[in-house]
């Protein structure tokens, strides 16, 4: 399975951006995906998954409320919409895929199988 991020930009605190992740190559309606992000000097956060057994989103709790996910299965594309950005935000955004995900491995990034190459994201004025 191959992932393309998309979507990255530079944008002002308060301000929309949203983020999309293309699939190919894999059978990407049983795959659960997901949206990390890593600042420089930083470890690698989990920002929230899509898991295609339940057809449900989870947000981590540092973005619940600001961030939303979501996929449509006919463009095998998973999105990332991120309003009120703030500064601390600010990092590169990787898309991730896995078979056979639970629930408590959503946001350990080794229980990935797919990575895509990141997209970045600068909040500031």
């Known amino acids: 399975v191959q992932l393309q991020a998309s979507g990255g930009g530079l944008v002002q605190p308060g301000g929309s951006l949203r983020l999309s992740c293309s699939a190919s190559g894999g059978t990407f309606r049983r795959l659960t995906t997901g949206w990390f992000r890593q600042a420089p000097g930083k470890e690698r956060e989990f920002v929230a998954a899509?898991?295609?057994?339940?057809?449900?989103?989870y947000p981590a709790d540092s973005v619940k409320g600001r961030f939303s996910i979501s996929r449509d299965n006919t463009k095998n594309t998973v999105y990332l919409q991120m309003d009120n950005l703030k500064p601390e935000d600010t990092a590169v955004y990787l898309c991730?895929?896995?078979?056979?995900?639970?629930?408590?491995?959503?946001?350990?990034?080794?229980?990935?199988?797919?990575w895509g190459q990141g997209t970045q994201v600068t909040v500031s004025s």
């Open positions: 991730a895929a896995g078979e056979r995900l639970i629930s408590s491995t959503l946001g350990n990034p080794t229980a990935y199988h797919y």
């Open positions: 899509f898991k295609w057994t339940n057809n449900s989103p």
